[in-house]
């Protein structure tokens, strides 16, 4: 799953979308969030990593690995995916795989294959006299 940070300036949609492209040279857009996990580390600042779920622009594209980030690139079953031993034990990362689990099931049980009940996000003007935009992240409420 490819992971990064995001860049001074950026949005959660452009990062994720960047970081794909980066990792495997796919293009995607972000379709929305699924779940993101805070962490609190010892004298430094806290960090949340989100879950997004994105959609290839051209679905018959090929990957290709950077060699300076990924040592191993594979298409891989949502199941295999969150079944690896290296999440096992954690409840944490169970709770975050359990709801990839259940999104792609949403997904494939979906004629559009859209998966209901994520966080969207926007792009707004601030308003209120001030110039520029901020993101917004929303449900479906």
């Not at 040592?71 to 359990?98: F, H």
Request: charged share 25%; with cysteine; net charge negative.
């Amino acid at each position: 799953m490819p992971t990064g940070l995001l860049d001074p300036s950026e949005d959660i949609p452009e990062a994720a979308s960047r970081e794909l492209m980066e990792e495997t040279g796919l293009e995607a857009v972000m379709d929305g969030i699924l779940c993101f996990r805070q962490a609190h580390r010892p004298s430094s600042a806290s960090d949340l990593f989100f879950v997004c779920h994105l959609t290839l622009t051209d679905p018959e594209a090929t990957w290709k690995a950077c060699e300076d980030e990924i040592a191993d690139i594979k298409w891989m079953s949502v199941e295999d995916y969150c079944g690896q031993e290296r999440w096992q034990g954690s409840p944490t990362y169970e709770t975050l795989n359990d709801t990839i689990r259940k999104a792609s099931q949403k997904a494939q049980e979906s004629q559009d294959h859209k998966v209901e009940g994520m966080i969207d996000s926007l792009v707004l003007p601030v308003g209120l006299g001030y110039s520029g935009t901020n993101a917004v992240f929303k449900s479906h409420l």
